[in-house]
């Protein structure tokens, strides 16, 4: 699966190779956090500043948010903590790096590992011939 985000139009979009479909979503602009918090109001959450760092080669400021769920938040016997590290480009304003410890889940890291600066190659968003676009809107299946 190949996903392309256009973060000015607030637009993901997916292709699949198998059913042959090109997905368009849009992504609405809202805090998380505010959010996360709305919907678990006993969450204790803290926020970290992990100052600048460079990252495939691009300045990145980084940020660490821990989640601590209270005992029965979730259906847990006792309380937990959910860590997320995030480092975003200064310059391009795009995530670099996200690191997500979550003890349900397990680890995750999503790394940029090559940035070639510039505009992309046009054929990158030309949907492939034999698939289909489908709209997509929040709440719909895949």
Known sequence: MAIQCDVPAHCRNR???LPSAYRIQAVPNVDVRQQAQAIHPRRQV????????????IEAHGART??????GEVGNDRPFSIT?????STQYHIPL????DD????KRTDEVTE??????DPRLFKIPEGYIVR??????PD
């Open 15 to 17: 292709m699949r190779p």
């Open 46 to 57: 803290s926020r970290e500043d992990l100052g600048i760092r460079t990252i495939a080669g």
């Open 66 to 71: 821990t989640s601590t769920m209270p005992t």
């Open 84 to 88: 997320s590290e995030k480092w975003m």
């Open 97 to 100: 790096l996200n690191i997500i």
């Open 103 to 106: 003890p349900r889940m397990g």
């Open 115 to 120: 940035f070639q600066p510039g505009e992309p």
């Open 135 to 140: 709209e997509h809107t929040n709440g719909q």
